[in-house]
Structures are given as C-alpha cells and as structure tokens.
C-alpha cells in the first residue's frame, strides 16, 4: 500500500489491470505473490510495485504490515504500508498495469466513502465498495483499504493528545 507524500497531504497509489491477466480492470494496490527469493512480504511489495509500476524500491520507507487477509479462494495479502517520497517517475508494466492512479489518503479514512453495493442477476448479494471520480475499489482491494482505515482509526484513538 503505497502512500504518496506531497506538500498537500498524502494519496494513495493504485493500478488498474491490465485485460491480458486475471480480474482484468480491477483496480488494486501494486502487489502479488511472493517468489522463493523474497526474503520477505516486504520485498516482495517493494519487488512487485517495481515490476508492476516502476516504483523505485529505494524511494520507499517501510512503515509495516496490517494484518493478513485471506480471500475466498484462500489466498493470503499481506498488505504493506510503506511511505514513497517524491519525485515519481513511473511507469505501468503494459502486461500486467493499464493505468496508475492515485487517490487521495482522506478518501480511504473516510467512512462515507465507502458504500454498500448490492447485485441481483441470479442472487443478492451485498459487497463494499469504495469510488472516487473513475476509480472503483471493490473485492480483496477495498477489504484492505478498510483495514487500513480501522488500524488507523484505532491508533488514532489511543495516540496521547496534548490539546486542552
């Protein structure tokens, strides 16, 4: 989960998938599975997002993990928070990325941000989604980004505060 700090405050980078690989058009978190030579879930966020986005690794301050999760196919995120300085110079792997997007920080720590989306072709189902402008959050992405915001909430809540 990369966030992106500028003099305005920080946003959060996306892509978009590219239609040649699985869940194509989704929108998500630069990411993917671990290669044998990954030390760690760290390197591989910082390993992904340079193959996916041409993120300079070095460019990027680990700040840690939110907790695992586990989509319904089993599969394990573990999400990485790390914070990328400015300048950006990057560029979508055209296999796997169609578009880099960035989302202000302040819409994922937002509650009304996020919706409750329901389907009826053959049966109802609830799901949460997360839009802003072009960009729709939905599956393991927006499950995450909600993650993120309940950790931040509750450091938020238990942080000391000096103010009278």
């Known amino acids: 989960m990369p966030l992106v700090e500028h003099t305005d405050g920080l946003s959060v980078l996306l ?12 929108v998500c978190f630069p990411g993917g599975r671990a290669d044998p030579e990954d030390a760690s879930p760290e390197a591989t966020a910082l390993r992904e997002a340079h193959e996916e986005i041409g993120l ?5 301050r680990i700040l840690g993990r939110l907790g695992d999760y586990y989509t319904q196919s089993a599969f394990r995120i573990t999400p990485v928070v790390g914070l990328v300085r400015p300048p950006l110079e990057l560029t979508p792997s055209p296999r796997e990325v169609t578009e880099i997007l960035e989302v202000p920080l302040q819409v994922l720590t937002r509650a009304k941000s996020y919706r409750i989306w329901r389907t009826v072709p053959e049966r109802e189902q609830a799901f949460y989604a ?35």
Do not use: N
């Open 15 to 26: 892509t978009r998938r590219s239609v040649d690989i699985s869940y194509p058009g989704q």
């Open 56 to 60: 300079d690794p070095e460019s990027v």
């Open 130 to 164: 997360l839009e802003h402008g072009k960009v729709r959050v939905t599956g393991p992405t927006v499950c995450v980004a909600m993650g993120f915001y309940e950790a931040l909430a509750l450091w938020v809540s238990s942080a000391p505060c000096d103010i009278p």
